[in-house]
């Protein structure tokens, strides 16, 4: 197995490409700590690296996060061993009847048209360019004009995250869709 890495704009978190699915077109999980409540065991053997704070899985990738006091050239032989013992294990990537997928944006019935509009364009324009950086960002509520969004993986924590909120999706969906005033971040419900 060969495992490419990318470097991300959160100089904290690094993007893993395994060559293999990952989510797929599951979705994408998020995890920050390591407890009983994670449901990967892949995301379980990343944390067993001292150091690692934060495992996401999106389609093809993991972008991993670290302490600040750690270096990527420690850390980046044992996460390499561990996402190729986990995909030699034949473990799945999920634990069976994990709701760690409801990282999503996509249009649902119950949404007025504003909501759909606004999600359409996360999906459509958004989202595919956030995952190129290891991350996601995905739609939370719209309410009294602001638009609230949960930022994942290379995003959460990354120094850029905030002008990439004000000055590139506040913009955009502005231009678009004229109620939406503004876009702030909100924390994960992980």
């Known amino acids: 197995m060969f495992i490419q890495t990318e470097p991300t704009p ?4 690094l993007k893993f490409l395994p060559g293999e699915e990952v989510m797929g077109r599951q979705g994408t999980a998020n995890f920050t700590s390591n407890d ?4 990967s065991p892949l995301a379980r053997k990343l944390f067993e690296v001292e150091g690692i704070t934060g495992v996401f899985l999106g389609g093809d990738f993991i972008t991993i996060t670290k302490e600040d006091s750690r270096e990527w050239q420690t850390l980046k032989p044992q996460i390499l061993g561990g996402i190729m013992e986990h995909y030699t294990s034949g473990q799945p990537i999920l634990d069976q ?3 760690a997928t409801k ?3 996509s249009a649902s019935e119950g949404d007025d048209e504003l ?3 606004i999600k359409e364009l996360l999906d459509t324009r958004v989202r595919p360019a956030v995952a190129q950086d290891g991350g996601d960002i995905v739609f939370h509520k719209f ?8 930022m994942h993986g ?16 506040e913009n955009m969906l502005r231009y678009y869709v004229p109620e939406v005033q503004a876009v702030e971040p909100v924390m994960a419900e992980y």
């Open 10 to 13: 959160n100089p904290a978190t």
């Open 103 to 105: 990282a999503t944006s």
């Open 154 to 169: 290379a995003c959460s924590g990354c120094p850029s995250s905030t002008a990439t909120l004000k000055m590139g999706i």
């Open 36 to 39: 009983e409540h994670v449901k």
């Open 97 to 99: 009847g994990s709701d």
């Open 143 to 150: 309410e009294d004009g602001v638009v609230y969004l949960e």
């Open 115 to 117: 909501v759909s509009q």
